[in-house]
C-alpha cells in the first residue's frame, strides 16, 4: 500500500470518520508531511504518525522530542481530532520552540481532510 492511501486508511480506521473532511483530500495533503513524518511505525525526522489519534502527545518509542513539546505533553494531553486540528494550524504558536519547522495549514478544509 503507498503510504499517502495507508494514512488515509490508518485515519478512516482510528477515528470516526468526518462529515467535514475527504480521506482522498487528505491524502493529497499529507504529501507536505510526509518528508518529515511516516504513516508506518518508523521515525524520521518526525515522530511516526501512525496511530496518532488517541495516542498521548510525545509518547513515541525510540523519538527524543524536543524540550518544548515534553513540557506541552505534560498533564496528559492526547491527541484528538481538535487537538490536532489546533495544533495544524500553527504548531510554532501552540508549541512555542517546537523543532517542527513547517509553519501549518491555512485552509480548515485541508486540516479536516488530513484528520
Same mark, same amino acid.
Given at each position: 500500500?503507498?503510504? #499517502?492511501?495507508? %494514512?488515509?486508511? #490508518? %485515519?478512516? %480506521?482510528? =477515528?470516526?470518520?468526518?462529515?467535514?473532511?475527504?480521506?482522498?483530500?487528505?491524502?493529497?495533503?499529507?504529501?507536505?508531511?510526509?518528508?518529515?513524518?511516516?504513516?508506518?511505525?518508523?521515525?524520521?525526522?518526525?515522530?511516526? #504518525?501512525?496511530?496518532?489519534?488517541?495516542?498521548?502527545?510525545?509518547?513515541?518509542?525510540? $523519538?527524543? $522530542?524536543?524540550?518544548?513539546? =515534553?513540557?506541552?505533553?505534560?498533564?496528559?494531553?492526547?491527541?484528538?481530532?481538535?487537538? #490536532?486540528?489546533? $495544533?495544524?494550524?500553527?504548531?510554532?504558536?501552540?508549541?512555542?520552540?517546537?523543532?517542527?519547522?513547517?509553519?501549518?495549514?491555512?485552509?480548515?478544509?485541508?486540516?479536516?481532510?488530513?484528520?
Amino acid at each position: 500500500m503507498k503510504p #499517502l492511501a495507508a %494514512l488515509a486508511a #490508518l %485515519l478512516c %480506521l482510528a =477515528t470516526p470518520a468526518r462529515a467535514d473532511g475527504d480521506a482522498a483530500a487528505g491524502a493529497v495533503v499529507f504529501r507536505k508531511c510526509q518528508a518529515c513524518h511516516s504513516t508506518e511505525p518508523v521515525n524520521r525526522v518526525g515522530p511516526t #504518525l501512525a496511530g496518532i489519534v488517541g495516542r498521548p502527545v510525545a509518547s513515541v518509542a525510540d $523519538y527524543t $522530542y524536543s524540550p518544548a513539546m =515534553t513540557a506541552f505533553a505534560e498533564g496528559g494531553k492526547v491527541w484528538d481530532e481538535a487537538l #490536532l486540528a489546533e $495544533y495544524l494550524l500553527s504548531p510554532k504558536a501552540m508549541v512555542p520552540g517546537t523543532r517542527m519547522t513547517f509553519a501549518g495549514l491555512r485552509k480548515a478544509e485541508d486540516i479536516a481532510d488530513l484528520i
